[in-house]
Nanobody
């Protein structure tokens, strides 16, 4: 029901825009979070956006480089990533919950399959 796209291989300093498209269910009133998991590391919170886009929150280390936005008419949430670093290499997941924004993966019921982002130095 959530499908991420937009990942790929990019050089350090480059940009990517990831998309999270919802289908089969109306996620208009859902908060959507982005998480990532690098090899041999725990899944970590990257950022979140409220259902109306009025509130966002980000992992400290990505603030200023990552921007989350949404288009509820298209049932799609975006993660714009700028100034990519090798340490951003991970599988990026979007997740949705009916409720306020949360940075905890345990609060999210719906998950996408992930999209790989690889940053070369």
């Amino acid at each position: 029901q959530l499908v991420e796209s937009g990942g790929g291989l990019v050089q350090a300093g480059g940009s990517l825009r990831l998309s999270c498209a919802a289908s089969g269910r109306d996620f208009t009133y859902a908060s959507v979070g982005w998480f990532r998991q690098a090899p041999r590391k725990e899944r970590e919170f990257v950022g979140v956006i409220s259902w109306d886009g009025a509130n966002t929150d980000y992992l400290d280390s990505v603030k200023g480089r990552f921007t989350i936005s949404r288009d509820n008419a298209k049932n799609t949430v975006y993660l714009q990533i700028r100034s990519l670093k090798p340490e951003d290499t991970a599988v990026y997941y979007c997740a949705a919950r009916v409720g306020g924004p949360s940075g905890s993966s345990y609060d999210y019921k719906y998950w996408g399959q992930g999209t790989q982002v690889t940053v070369s130095s």
